[in-house]
């Protein structure tokens, strides 16, 4: 790849982080104007979206290691057995 491209490439991407702390920032300002009340269901509503998040990747990894064992990437083992693989 040309050096320009992948300077203008890393140039694009902090520029995509600056911008995202910023957004954060921002955002944490918002917060702090909230009262202790909205803050509270603000946090509540958070984590409820969270959960609903992890539920969904686990659920997704679920879905993926069913997919693999039906096509025989995978196979069935006991602790011991994948513990002692994992030492290999």
């Known amino acids: 790849m ?3 491209v992948e300077n203008h490439q890393r ?3 902090m520029s995509q982080i600056i911008e995202k702390i910023s957004n954060f920032a921002q955002a944490i300002e918002l917060i702090e104007t909230l009262s202790l009340q ?3 269901a603000l ?3 958070m984590e409820k979206q969270i959960a609903l998040k992890r539920r969904s ?3 997704a990894s679920i879905s993926e ?3 693999e064992y039906k096509s ?3 196979r069935l083992m006991t602790v011991d057995e994948l ?3 994992a030492i290999e």
Do not use: N, Y
């Open 38 to 40: 909205e803050q509270e």
């Open 72 to 74: 025989g990437q995978a």
């Open 83 to 85: 513990m002692a693989e």
């Open 11 to 13: 140039v694009k991407k």
């Open 65 to 67: 290691a069913h997919d």
């Open 57 to 59: 990747e686990i659920a």
């Open 43 to 45: 946090i509540e509503i």
């Open 2 to 4: 040309d050096a320009k």
